[in-house]
């Protein structure tokens, strides 16, 4: 049984002669539009034209990999950089406000599909996925049950305390235009539509972000 | 830090006074209109209920709870079970036909949304999730690497050999049916639609199962 692929063999194939299509380290779908990983490698690139990228958002500080950059020119997928530093030793605070400033990007559907990813795709993608699920109304237990599942053994008590104590009222102003599309998931609930405030449309050609 | 939820308390409320969504135990997105979790508890119901599921797939062989079916008839939910035994003492086999016919299911998108789950969601969901990736053209390390980070440490050699060995030329016919759903992830690529074979496009009204 073969886990490990050789990283310099690009192109798979099936036993039906199909070509095999390779995701990203630590590869899930967070929401419909919004997906999450490790750092992708060149074998990864013909699974994330798939996806059909408009944004991706990188959380390291270190400079984008030129292969990487090449390929999100040729499809024409935006970079939002955000570095934030990985090292615990010494251990350094998740910065809160950069976390804020990548989700106001994250959950606007203008940069939709996105993906998010760091290295490993477990801590800082973890805490920004999780600060999601607290707007998205999910109880502790899940969102913390989620990170860790990705996070693995290397899960951070860090990362958990910064996730519980994030203040998701200072985002309520860019719910609005997120709200449409999870609105998409059900007509049913209009969980994301506070008070009388007025929904408004994104308009994804014309739209200054 | 509460890591614990009290299970009989179904309805939470945020810090901020909005109510809290709790998703089922292991609970994740799978596709655009597939997820997975554990066995939905009554608490799970209002986070469920924002899915808008059409259909669920149970895989045990024990009947379905009696509150959980009551939710379903509310919500006009339809339950396909396909019952795989969950104990490995003595170790059973995982029957592959089984897991073929629950595939056929889960594949047609007139019975999307729909809910993956057995009692943890891990090996039997992850049986049927790994056939799907494999179907999907995921490469075997990636569709290895979601199984196991779904199970956890309890991931079992017999599932990777039964994911691995999974032939998916069988149902290239059922694949007619869910390809306009695939295709809308990006019309770039239209790596489903094999040789000359025509697309029907599903109708979710008036079609047969």
Redesign the interface.
Known sequence: ?????DSEDDH?N?N?G??????P????????GIYRSGLPRPDNFA?L????LRSIIYLCPEPYPEENLKFLEANNIKLFQFGIEGKTDPPTPMPKDTVLDALKVLVDVRNHPILIHCKRGKHRTGCLVGCLRKV???????V???YQ??A?LQWRQRD??LI?AFD??SLRKCLLSIMYRYHG?????R?LA?EEEKVQTPKPQAAKV
Chains 1, 2 share one sequence.
């Open positions: 049984m073969c886990l490990i692929m798979h099936n039906d199909t070509d095999v299509l390779s995701p380290f630590n590869f899930s779908m967070v929401e419909d699974f034209d798939t996806l059909n998205q109304s999910w109880c502790l237990s899940s913390l049950e989620e599942k990705n693995g958990l305390n519980e998701i009222v998931y059900g007509f049913k609930r969980r506070y």
